[in-house]
């Protein structure tokens, strides 16, 4: 039995195919009903208990280099694939790359503008203190952006907290800087708000700063329209309201005229046509005089804006909450954008 299963072995290891046919001939003389290996074990089952434990691995070997010879020649894969009636020929469709995330794209198009301005980047903590957020920015002590209602606080800490506004680093930048100073500052920003769709606790502001002799309100406006130009397009109109802010002053809000053509327009500007998008001012005195810059001296303005609220007059996004869930569906949809 020896002999036979060496010979056996050799007939295998030497067997040729010319098609699958073959292979599948192959497999039924060895492992089908009738087959060799059925043959063996039949003997094997005669021969005495002490010559069993050198036959079965033997036995056992064979069977494997069968099992592993027609795996070879016709490949499992191909067997199952061919079952499946997939052409396994075909080129493969390439891996597919992820997209730019359309938050990242309107902030980067934001901050290009302004770098061609001569504006520098600059960036700050997204877990501040007291001063930075609240006090070097002329916030009064009693005011309510500092109320739990608003702020998150971290281990109840007063004075350790996430920023509600990227002024702060206008803050940071003016302890690091001597005027003349041009930033323009991108970043996260936290704050206490129920999730909707026009709100979230968590979302994304560009600030800019600019600091220098006689920078004047007309300064501010006209960067600002240029702005708006860029980005919106050269018809683009704005205009300014009144506004407040602790740490600006004069202040105001800026609205592009966003039109009335259809009924959409009219909803998402109250029938009005215009829609605000950023707020802005001269930087009061005493945030300069605060952080070290002689307001004798040296005038700025400033500007912060929501890049949510620009993204979703670019693409026409009605809910907020699409920017934050990840779902494919919607990301997608900006492939292609840089
Ligand atoms: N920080 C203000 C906000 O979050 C925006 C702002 C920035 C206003 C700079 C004026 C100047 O609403």
Redesign the pocket.
């Given at each position: 039995m020896k002999a036979r299963i060496g010979q056996l072995m050799a007939e295998v290891a030497a067997a040729e195919f010319s098609g699958a046919d073959e292979v599948e001939e192959f497999r039924v003389a060895y492992l089908g009903r009738k087959g060799k290996m059925k043959d063996l074990m039949a003997a094997f089952k005669e021969v005495p208990g002490d010559q069993k434990r050198e036959l079965g691995p033997m036995l056992n070997a064979l069977k494997q280099a069968v099992e592993d010879k027609v795996k070879a020649a016709s490949g499992e894969t191909s067997s199952s694939v061919k079952a499946s009636g997939l052409d396994a020929t075909r080129p493969s469709g390439g891996v597919p790359l992820g997209t730019h995330h359309p938050l990242q794209v309107v902030r980067r198009e934001i901050v290009d503008i302004f770098q061609n301005m001569g504006f520098a980047v600059a960036e700050g903590p997204e877990i501040e203190d007291d001063w930075h957020v609240f006090s070097g920015l002329n916030f009064p002590p009693e005011h309510p952006a500092r109320d739990m209602q608003d702020t998150f606080f971290v281990e109840r800490n007063p004075d350790v907290l996430l920023r509600?506004?990227?002024?702060s680093v206008?803050v940071r930048e003016m302890e690091k800087r001597k005027p003349p100073m041009r930033l323009i500052m991108p970043g996260r920003?936290f704050r206490n708000e129920a999730i909707s769709a026009r709100a979230h606790c968590m979302f994304h502001?560009i600030?800019?700063l600019y600091i220098d002799k006689d920078v004047s309100f007309a300064d501010l406006k006209q960067t600002l329209l240029h702005f708006a130009r860029c980005f919106f397009g050269p018809d683009t109109k704005i205009r300014l309201r009144p506004s407040y802010?602790p740490?600006?002053e004069p202040?105001a809000e800026v609205d592009v005229y966003w039109g009335l053509k259809t009924e959409v327009d009219k909803r998402i500007t109250k029938g009005t046509g215009w829609l605000e998008i950023?707020?802005?001012?001269m930087v009061d005195p005493n945030v300069l005089e605060a952080n070290g810059i002689d307001p004798n001296v040296y005038s700025g303005f400033?500007?912060?804006m929501g890049i949510e609220r620009i993204s979703m007059l670019r693409y026409q996004i009605g809910d907020l909450r699409h920017f934050f869930e990840n779902d494919r569906r919607f990301l997608d949809q900006f492939a292609g954008e840089r």
């Open positions: 509600t506004h990227t002024s206008q920003v502001q600030e800019g802010f740490f600006t202040s950023l707020g802005c001012g400033a500007f912060g």
